[in-house]
């Protein structure tokens, strides 16, 4: 017979956190093609990666996010490079989740009403929705742009754009 190991109930409470699992941090970055495919495939890894960390109540929502900022790279930031590529990183610190994706255009994304007839246009009023904060910033080394949304790790937060 196979002993199972007892932990008592404060040990499960400081285990679990107040609100559930506690984040486990992380940073991941990766290079991908400019190509709508890649988008769809780092999506699955995301979600994955955010229920393996703990984060499974905010995958729908981030992912949702992180997607439109690579849609947003790729159709805008790098429409006027052949063979393009973006960077995407993501990173959790415990208390907040980042993402951030680096394309080579200067031009600065806009918060924008779509038409209700219009299939596209809706990008970055969804990230706005669903990110704590936003901004833009320029890479270190100085090409292009860095479009980031964050959240929190935990359920209750406020939404901003920097």
């Known amino acids: 017979m196979t002993e199972v190991p007892h932990r008592s109930p404060a040990e499960m409470r400081a285990e679990l956190g107040a609100d559930g699992p506690v984040p486990r941090s992380f940073a991941l970055a990766v290079a991908l093609p400019a190509d709508r495919e890649a988008i769809g495939l780092l999506r699955h890894d995301l979600v994955d990666l955010l229920r393996t960390s703990g984060l499974g109540h905010l995958a729908d929502d981030f992912v949702l996010g992180a997607q439109e900022l690579m849609a947003n790279a790729v159709v805008h930031g790098c429409r006027r490079v052949h063979d393009g590529t973006i960077a995407v990183s993501v990173s959790c610190d415990g208390q907040r989740i980042r993402f951030k994706v680096q394309d080579p255009s200067d031009e600065q994304p806009r918060v924008r009403a779509a038409a ?47």
């Open 116 to 162: 209700d007839e219009a299939m596209s246009g809706r990008g970055m009023l969804i990230v706005e929705a669903l990110a704590d904060r936003w901004g833009v910033e320029a890479p270190s080394d100085g090409t292009g742009k860095s479009v980031w949304m964050e959240m929190s790790c935990t359920p209750a937060s406020g939404r901003e754009a920097a």
